[in-house]
Structure formats: structure tokens, C-alpha cells
């Protein structure tokens, strides 16, 4: 595995925190493996959620899984920085410990969430950089959606239907990052760029949470 030397994404003395968004099936976790496959230095919170697991998938590694009655208790004490009902009824939220766990790791942060979850988190953390993922070409997402072969029919067109509505929240992200099917490296150094260049403002401010 190639290793990436730790400065190629600057200084991380405060951490840059990068919010990664776009529509489902764009390949959001296919980048956040790849960069970490790497050998990027990033850490990503592990998000909560009540979906099934699907096959392949570890607890406590690719997202928490809980109950609905779990996530509602989580919700109540504030421990989410941020959450929604997305997809047939399914909660998603973004653990206010993981992001604490994840800005001391030494490590800039991505934090994986979908449309609704980051209008939250412009509130919550609004020192972020807020990054909207791309298609090359949209009928891509639907073939990555059917790969999954983790939902029925009913579900994979209720996420289609809502790519047009996803799509309508891009103004409000601060940087866009096209995802070329079949060059996801290249993705990988969009985005580490994007990184570099925050990380070596000067005057940056630590975020709090």
C-alpha cells in the first residue's frame, strides 16, 4: 500500500474539519476508504445510524448501529451534532464524542453526512469546509445504488427521486469535487488539495465543539 507523507496535507495544528455531502450513491465512503488507503493522515467520526447493516460492514467502524429507541435517546441528550430521517425512516446523526475523538486524533477530520445533515452542521460547526461530491455523470448513481443489492426496488427509487432535491442544496456548499467514474484517485487528490490549501491559511482558529 502506498504511504503519503503527513505534510502533503499541511499543518494540522488546529485540524481543518471538511464536511463531505452529494447524493446518494456518489461514492462518498468509496472516497473516504480510498484516502485512507492511502495513507492520508485524515480521521472520520463514525456516524450513527438505525439501517440494517449490510454485508461487509463492521459496527463501530463503518457506522454505529443502534435502534431507533437508542438513537431517540441520543437525540434527547444532544449528543448529535446533527441527525435526520432520511430513506424510508432510517436516523442518521454524527456523535458530538466522535468529533471531539476525531480533532484530537493529530489528524484533519472528514465527516461523512448527506444533504440534510450538513444544513445542521453549518449551525453546529460552521468553521467547516462543506464539500459537495459529484457524478460524472448521473446515471452512475443509479448503477452504484443497484450494486449495493442491499434494497429493494421500492427504496432505490425513492433515493433517485430525491437526487434532484439534493442537487438543489449545492449552492450552499462552499466547494464542489466531481468524482470521475473509474479515476477515484484523482478524486482523492481533489480533495487532499482542497485540504492543503485551508490548512496553510494562516490565522487559522481551532473549532470547538
Keep these: 500500500m502506498p504511504v503519503v507523507d503527513e ?7 488546529p485540524p481543518i474539519v471538511v464536511v463531505l455531502s452529494g ?9 473516504l476508504d480510498r484516502i485512507r488507503e492511502l495513507g492520508y493522515p485524515v480521521t472520520v467520526p463514525v456516524t450513527m445510524t438505525t439501517r440494517e447493516r449490510r454485508p461487509g460492514e463492521v459496527d463501530g467502524v463503518d457506522y454505529h448501529f443502534v435502534t431507533r429507541e437508542q438513537f431517540k435517546v441520543h437525540v434527547a441528550t444532544g449528543e448529535l451534532l446533527e441527525h435526520a430521517e432520511v430513506y424510508s425512516g432510517h436516523f442518521y446523526g454524527v456523535p458530538r464524542a466522535q468529533l ?26 460552521p468553521d467547516a469546509q462543506f464539500v459537495f461530491l459529484i457524478p460524472s455523470d448521473r446515471a452512475n448513481l443509479e448503477k452504484h445504488l443497484r450494486s449495493r443489492k442491499s434494497e429493494d426496488e ?24 466531481e468524482n470521475i467514474e473509474g479515476h477515484l484517485d484523482s478524486t482523492v487528490e481533489a480533495l487532499a488539495t482542497l485540504i492543503r490549501t485551508r490548512a496553510e491559511t494562516p490565522g487559522r482558529q481551532p473549532i470547538e465543539i
Design 23 to 31: 447524493p446518494s450513491g456518489v461514492g462518498k465512503d468509496a472516497l
Design 154 to 177: 421500492a427504496k432505490i427509487q425513492e433515493r433517485l427521486a430525491a437526487v434532484e432535491r439534493e442537487y438543489g442544496e449545492i449552492e450552499n456548499f462552499q466547494h464542489v469535487i
Design 100 to 125: 471531539r475523538k476525531a480533532l484530537n486524533s493529530g489528524n484533519h477530520v472528514l465527516m461523512r453526512v448527506d444533504v440534510q445533515g450538513a444544513k445542521f452542521l453549518r449551525r453546529t460547526v
Design 7 to 13: 505534510h502533503l496535507l499541511g499543518p494540522t495544528d
